[in-house]
C-alpha cells in the first residue's frame, strides 16, 4: 500500500477548503475557479492516514476536437501543492517523489485520450512521470521579488526604463479597476486578433471581472481620456499573476503597457507581496519584453500523454510537445 494517495475532494471537500485556503493560492480561489467553467475537477493528496496534505485542480477540455485533460482554463498550471516534509533531504525527497508517482498514477488513469498538464515552477522531479510514460517539457516564465526593491523599476532593463518614462513624459496616466470592463476586454481582443488568435470570451471576461476585485487588479494606461494599455492581474497573499495585457496600436505613445505593470508591481509590493509572475511565454517576442523587467528566468515542467497516432497527429497541427 502507498503512503499517499489522490481522491476527489468531494471525498473530504471541508478539510481540503480549509488546507487549499491557506495553502493553494489564487488558484484555489472558489470564485477564481468558477471562471474556467463547467468540468474542472479538484483532486486532494492523502497521508497513509487519509490527512489532507495538497492537491491540484484539472479540467476537461477539447484539444483539437478531441477530450483532454489539463489545468484550467487560462490558468499557467494545475497548481499542486503539498505541505512540507520534514527530515532529511533524503527523507523529504523520497517522500515527495512517492507523491508524484500516485499523481502520475492518476493522469494515467484518466479516460481522456489526451493528457497535457503544466506543473508549477516548484515541482521539480518529474522522473516519477517519465516512468509511467509521459513526455515531459520545459517551458519558462519570469519572476520578478517585488519584496526586494523600495521600487520594482529599479530591476528594469535601461530600455524598459527608458520606454516607461518616455510614456509619463508624454501624458500617460494610471487608473486601477476602469469603471467600463468593456473597453478592456475589446482592447485584449483586439490584440489577440492581431496575432491570429482569440478568447474564449466568457472564461476570458469572468477573470477580468474577478481581477477587478480583491482577487487583482486591473490596470490601464490612459492617454488624452483614451485606454491605451491594460494589465490584468490575479493575487494571493504572496504572489501576482499577469494573466492578459493589451495595447492599443493604433496609438504612438511609448512605454504604456510598462507603465501599467509597474504601476500594478507597486501597488502589489505595498500590500506585502513577494513576487510578480509573467506566467511565461515561449514566443520570442512576448519573452523579451517580459525580461525587459529584470526577473528570474525560471523553468517549470508539463507532461504529455498520447496515443503514438494521435501525438503524430497533433505534432502534425503544430502541438510541438507530443
Known amino acids: 500500500m502507498s503512503d499517499f494517495s489522490v481522491v476527489r475532494s468531494s471525498s473530504c471537500q471541508e478539510d481540503f477548503d480549509r488546507l487549499s485556503a491557506a495553502h493553494g493560492g489564487v488558484f484555489f480561489n472558489k470564485d477564481v475557479l468558477r471562471c474556467s467553467g463547467e468540468r474542472v475537477e479538484q483532486f486532494v493528496i492523502c497521508d497513509a492516514q487519509g490527512k489532507c496534505i495538497g492537491g491540484f485542480n484539472l479540467q ?13 482554463k487560462f490558468h499557467p498550471h494545475c497548481g499542486l501543492f503539498v505541505l512540507p516534509f520534514e527530515g532529511t533531504l533524503s527523507t523529504v525527497q523520497g517522500k515527495m517523489k512517492k507523491v508524484l508517482s500516485v499523481v502520475a498514477d492518476c493522469l494515467d ?15 521539480e522531479d518529474m522522473q516519477p512521470f517519465i516512468w509511467s510514460g509521459f513526455k515531459t517539457n ?4 519570469y519572476q520578478l521579488k517585488i519584496d526586494e526593491q523600495a521600487s520594482p523599476m529599479e530591476m528594469f532593463s535601461s530600455k524598459t526604463r527608458n520606454s516607461i518614462s518616455k510614456g509619463l513624459k508624454s501624458g500617460l496616466t494610471f487608473q486601477l479597476n476602469p469603471k467600463d470592463v468593456t473597453e478592456v476586454v475589446d482592447l485584449l481582443n483586439a490584440n489577440a486578433k492581431e496575432q491570429g488568435f482569440s478568447y474564449e470570451q466568457e472564461v476570458m471576461s469572468k477573470l477580468v471581472d474577478q481581477a477587478m476585485t480583491s482577487n487583482g487588479g486591473v490596470g ?10 491594460c494589465a490584468v492581474t490575479l493575487a494571493d497573499a504572496k504572489q501576482a499573476y499577469y494573466f492578459f495585457g493589451g495595447v492599443d496600436r493604433n496609438s504612438s505613445v511609448q512605454g504604456a503597457l510598462g507603465v501599467a505593470l509597474n504601476e500594478l508591481m507597486n501597488l502589489y ?3 506585502g507581496l513577494a513576487v ?12 523579451n519584453f517580459f525580461r525587459g523587467f529584470g526577473g528570474k528566468q525560471v523553468p517549470y515542467f508539463m507532461v504529455t500523454k498520447a496515443p503514438f497516432v494521435l501525438s503524430t497527429l497533433l505534432r502534425m497541427k503544430g502541438k510541438s510537445e507530443f
Not at 220 to 229: D, Q, S
Request: no cysteine.
Open 220 to 229: 490601464v494606461a490612459m492617454h488624452e481620456n483614451r485606454m491605451v494599455a
Open 60 to 72: 476537461v477540455i477539447k484539444l483539437k476536437g478531441i477530450p483532454a485533460v489539463t489545468a484550467p
Open 276 to 287: 510578480f509572475d509573467f506566467e511565461g511565454s515561449m514566443i520570442p517576442s512576448v519573452e
Open 138 to 141: 520545459v517551458k519558462y516564465t
Open 109 to 123: 488513469a484518466r479516460p481522456e485520450k489526451i493528457v497535457s498538464v503544466p506543473f508549477p515552477p516548484e515541482i
Open 269 to 271: 509590493r505595498k500590500k
